[in-house]
């Protein structure tokens, strides 16, 4: 059994009506997480931008689910279902990659108790998740 078909039968993706409105309102709150991560950021709050920057991601990636009619209760689960589209050319692999860095860097961030993230990390993390953003509105304009 697939990754992917045992997120489905734990019920960790589940199959809803697609919505093209919830698939706009999850880009839009993408965009809003990625301004609050700059201005945090901007403020030397390190770990709020991380987490607002993993948020980012989340939303972008949630966009898609929506727009295919799947719900998520799992972020792991999120990153299975995007390699349906890196397997058909849609996305590139290195997309999902990232997806799951950040996964594991947010995790790590709220939960753990390591270091701060450096102002690099969170430079870079930002950026990124703008990159994502743009790529998944890509994607939804090219599988629509």
């Known amino acids: 059994m697939s990754a992917i078909d045992d997120c489905f039968r734990k019920n960790l993706l589940r199959r809803v009506p697609p919505s093209k ?4 309102d999850s880009l839009t709150l993408a965009e809003s997480y990625l301004e609050e991560s700059k201005k945090t950021a901007a403020a030397g709050a390190r ?3 991380i987490n ?7 939303h972008a990636a949630r966009a898609v689910l929506f727009r295919d009619g799947i719900r998520e209760k799992s972020h792991y689960c999120i990153e299975r279902y995007l390699e349906k589209y890196v397997t058909t050319g849609h996305l590139e692999e290195q997309w999902v990659t990232l997806f799951s860095r950040m996964r594991t860097q947010r995790h790590e961030n709220q939960y753990g108790f390591g270091p701060d993230p450096t102002a690099e990390e969170v430079a870079s993390a930002i950026e990124y998740g703008a990159r994502f953003l743009a790529r998944i509105r890509v994607l939804l304009a090219d599988t629509t």
Do not use: D, Q, T
């Not at 409105?21 to 706009?24: F, L």
């Open 21 to 24: 409105k919830k698939a706009e």
């Open 47 to 49: 770990k709020i931008s």
């Open 52 to 58: 607002g920057a993993y948020l980012v991601w989340f």
